[in-house]
């Protein structure tokens, strides 16, 4: 039920409990002023025939004055006239049932009334008392109440009528006032409050009154102007936010490409040396007929595989947006790997890629590959010489951890394992804080692991890490099986 409703009602309530106490009040009111009315009526009537009775019955004897009594019952039918002897014993005396009160006030000379409530719906009695002969009587006075109820009975009909005409009245002026000065206002408030939880902040309201209501109409009005303000100061924060991330991973990943250059560096070298002999061959004329074709097409197979290393280190460090697509994890990791050989090659350590093929899963292939390429690194730089660092997959269930959020299912789980020193239990807390790291000055930015962990909870998964010291460490990439829905994004029909 709408407040505007609950308010009439509450009103109107109030409004019919309190005409209906009025109401009772003035009957009762006029019920007694009709009883006193009848009671003065009796009193006037008795003194007038008192006087009248005792002068007849003085002068012409209590034959004459009974019969002036039987003259003025005649005369009206209201109130019934009858003489009694206040003295028992008499065929004219009080009934028995008298009240001995009031026999004491009658037998004193002053004039007394009771209501016979016996008898349905009542009598009214009144005494007027006379002295005749030496001896005390009195004209007894009834009136039956059946004119007073129906006087009641007409009052009450009267006043419900009147309470239930006002009722209505003030209920119907108490709902248009409710809905013009509660229910229109409320609903304005109601469709602010809506619009600004759909998210159209630029909403406001205009209540042209001097209450509350408009006070609370202003604050939300200002709370809408605060949380526009708000939105576009987190738009701007969140804008330069991830300005700042672009350019961490990509100062990470030209960090990684400086690491990898001296490797290709010398993985260029043989195909160059060969070049340069094949090339000296033809020109010095040392090679004749098919010998010289022979030499052409070594030179070119050797320059497209320079052209292909070179492609690969410059595809790993350009810059681009994320984008997922479906990516078979075996040739990226094939791919990363032989990206890395060189470099694992001078440190005397071993490269091996677990991952079959034909596993696929939608990622982004350049940010899954800086991601293992700087697991990789770390693996290789914390290893010994003839070592093995492996990169192994398996589907998996398991229980996202609390930053993550999210019941147990089914995720991808990528590998990458060294045989090197491990990690001290001290330092395994922040290995994934910005700027942290424990090599030697030049030799790393403390940005890879942070990175990596920035990029795989973009996929919608984490990296788990154990290490044991002397043994070596694990760092698990957990990604989830389908890709997971964006803020903003609608999902598909089937």
């Known amino acids: 039920m709408k407040l505007a409703r609950k308010i009439t009602l509450a009103l109107t309530l109030l409004a019919i409990v309190v005409i209906a106490v009025l109401e009772v009040f003035e009957v009762r009111r006029e019920l007694a002023r009709s009883e006193l009315d009848m009671r003065h009526d009796h009193r006037l009537l008795g003194h007038t025939l008192a006087g009248s009775i ?19 019952n005649r005369f009206q039918d209201q109130i019934h006239l009858r003489w009694v002897w206040l003295d028992a ?21 002053r004039d007394s009334w009771r209501v016979d409530a016996s008898v349905t ?11 005749v002969g030496g001896r005390l009587g009195a004209i007894e006075l009834s009136e039956s109440l059946i004119q007073q109820q129906q006087h ?32 229109y206002p409320v609903q304005q408030l109601v469709d602010l409050a809506h619009r ?14 001097k209450d509350e209501l408009s006070t609370l109409g202003t604050a939300m009005n200002r709370m ?29 990943r030209l960090n990684t490409v400086g690491k990898l250059a001296s490797g290709v560096a010398h993985e260029l070298g043989t195909p160059l040396n060969v070049v340069l002999g094949r090339s000296k061959m033809i020109s010095s004329g040392e090679a004749e007929g098919d010998e010289v074709r022979e030499c052409a097409q070594i030179i070119s197979q050797q320059a497209q595989h320079m052209t292909h290393i070179i492609r690969q280190l410059l595809d790993f460090a350009r810059r ?26 001078k440190r005397g350590v071993n490269l091996l890629s677990e991952v079959p093929e034909a596993w696929v899963l939608e990622v982004d292939a350049g940010q899954l590959q800086q991601v293992l390429t700087n697991l990789v690194v770390n693996g290789v730089q914390a290893s010994k010489p003839s070592t093995t ?61 942070a990175v990596s962990y920035g990029l795989v909870r973009d996929h919608g998964g984490w990296i788990d890490v154990r290490s044991e010291q002397g043994r070596g460490s694990c760092f698990s990439i957990y990604l989830p099986k389908a890709r997971p829905q964006q803020p903003g994004e609608q999902g598909t029909g089937p």
């Open 320 to 345: 681009r947006p994320p984008e997922r697509a479906p990516e078979d994890l075996g040739q990226l990791t094939a791919r990363t790997l032989s990206l890395l050989r060189p470099l694992a090659a």
């Open 54 to 72: 005792g002068k007849a019955w003085s002068q012409a004897g209590e034959q004459e004055a009974l019969m002036l009594l039987d003259q003025a």
């Open 389 to 449: 660092v492996r990169i192994r997959a398996a589907d998996v269930r398991a229980t996202p951890p609390p930053d993550v959020g999210g019941p147990e299912a089914e995720w991808t789980r990528l590998e990458v394992e060294d045989e090197g020193e491990g990690i001290a239990p001290d330092v395994l807390p922040h290995i994934f804080e910005p700027f942290f790291t424990t090599k030697d000055v030049g030799e790393g930015t403390g940005l890879g692991l």
């Open 89 to 109: 014993g008499s065929a004219r005396s009080l009934p028995s049932d008298m009240p001995p009160g009031l026999l004491t006030a009658l037998r004193s000379g």
């Open 152 to 183: 009641l009975r007409t009052a009450v009909v009267g006043a419900t009528v009147a309470t239930g005409v006002i009722a209505v009245a003030f209920l119907m002026a108490a709902m248009a006032m409710g809905r013009r000065l509660v229910g």
């Open 196 to 209: 600004i939880g759909e998210g159209n902040l630029e909403a406001r309201v205009q209540l042209h009154q």
């Open 121 to 131: 719906p009542g009598v009214l009695y009144t005494y007027m008392p006379v002295l």
């Open 224 to 252: 809408g102007e605060m949380l526009q303000k708000a939105r576009e100061d987190i738009a701007v924060e969140m804008a330069g936010r991830l300005a700042a991330l672009e350019h961490l991973r990509h100062a990470d």
